[in-house]
């Protein structure tokens, strides 16, 4: 149990579908994350969402939308993919000390996403 | 944005020490170095991190260069269940909100029973 809970942990998805993937953080943390991994390639930084304000957006196609409602909670709506956005998508947490940013970051296990 | 090296793999057998380097010849003064590592079918988890002295915590220790240029990450007595990739990163505290934290390729571990 890694404090942050991802789901679903599986999803397969045809390229008109829209979906969404939750994420949730129960370690009381105030800045989240999504990376993406796909098979062979390091992890991507996806998007960094510091006290529910957006912080990072890795250039991310805008097919991918993140939503962070509030410090426990992140969403990351998928619509119209393409099958090379089939990855593993992880969600992380984090404690934001404002200038002494360098707390250690905690995942979840993942969605698993395939676009057919 | 600084950058650090390591072996695409290594073997090692179970009950024996694993000494897994990592280069970071562009280390900045305020880079601490950091170390995660992903089990299968899971995310990845932290495991270490250090400035400038050695560190040990419960999982691993970390022996850091005297001029800060590698790193590397010890495994006292590897199981089976150490098998994972293993990532060094490289972050600065003073970087407040551009810290990317960018992971690399990693080293595979793989333990021989």
């Known amino acids: 149990e890694t404090g942050v809970t991802q789901t679903p942990r599986h999803l397969v998805m045809g390229m008109t579908n829209k979906k969404s993937l939750k994420c949730e953080q129960h370690l009381g943390h105030n800045a989240m994350y999504w990376y993406k991994q796909s098979a062979k390639k390091p992890l991507e930084l996806m998007f960094v969402y510091s006290l529910e304000e957006r912080v990072e957006n890795n250039s991310v196609p805008s097919r991918f939308s993140p939503e962070c409602p509030n410090s426990s909670h992140l969403f990351l709506h998928l619509h119209t993919l393409q099958p090379e956005d089939s990855a593993l998508y992880l969600c992380?947490?984090?404690?934001?000390?404002?200038?002494?940013?360098?707390?250690?970051?905690?995942f979840g296990n993942g969605t698993r996403l395939t676009v057919t | 944005d600084a950058k650090t090296t390591q072996p695409n793999s290594m073997e090692s057998n179970e009950e024996e020490p694993v000494h897994l380097p990592c280069n970071h010849s562009t280390i900045s003064g305020t880079d601490y170095i950091h170390w995660y590592r992903q089990l299968p079918s899971q995310g990845p988890e932290y495991v270490i991190h250090?400035?400038?002295s050695n560190v040990n915590n419960r999982m691993a220790s970390l022996a850091i260069a005297e001029d800060r240029k590698s790193s590397t990450l010890i495994l006292h007595r590897a199981t089976l269940r150490d098998a994972a990739v293993y990532y060094c990163i490289l972050r600065d505290p003073t970087m407040f909100r551009d810290d990317k934290i960018i992971f690399g390729k990693g080293t595979r571990l793989h333990i021989l029973p």
């Open positions: 250090g400035l400038t």
């Open positions: 992380a947490s984090s404690q934001d000390r404002g200038n002494s940013y360098n707390s250690p970051l905690h």
